[in-house]
Nanobody, 122 residues
Framework: QVQLVESGGGLVQAGESLRLSCVAT????????WGWYRQAPGKQRELVAAISRGGATKYTDSVRGRFRVFRDNAPSTVYLQMDSLKHDDTAVYYC????????????????WGQGTQVTVSS
């Protein structure tokens, strides 16, 4: 059973940056797809970015060019680098993971973290 723990959220001003981290405390070595989602008050949860084990990525249009999803040498960790933050980026950000690589395209993630709050003041 995979357990995901997010960190790195906080309060920043518009134009500033944040880096979110997501660690799989169990079962991380078998994950083939990672996703970052967000949910703002009164809105539906939406995909922000995703990455496969092989490095394929996808982004929602509103963050492309400002956000970057990546993994480093830590095999069970994924990051979301968020630059040029806007007030509209304010939301709870969730990490998701799945053993199936095709989840990158289906969005049917099996495992979810508890979320981390990102607040961008204008």
């Amino acid at each position: 059973q995979v357990q995901l723990v997010e960190s790195g959220g906080g309060l920043v001003q518009a134009g500033e940056s944040l880096r979110l981290s997501c660690v799989a405390t169990r079962g991380g070595l078998s994950i083939n797809a990672w996703g970052w989602y967000r949910q703002a008050p009164g809105k539906q949860r939406e995909l922000v970015a995703a990455i496969s084990r092989g490095g394929a990525t996808k982004y929602t249009d509103s963050v492309r060019g400002r956000f970057r999803v990546f993994r480093d040498n830590a095999p069970s960790t994924v990051y979301l680098q968020m630059d040029s933050l806007k007030h509209d980026d304010t939301a709870v950000y969730y990490c998701a993971a799945d053993y199936r690589g095709l989840t990158l395209y289906s969005g049917q993630y099996s495992y979810w973290g508890q979320g981390t709050q990102v607040t961008v003041s204008s």
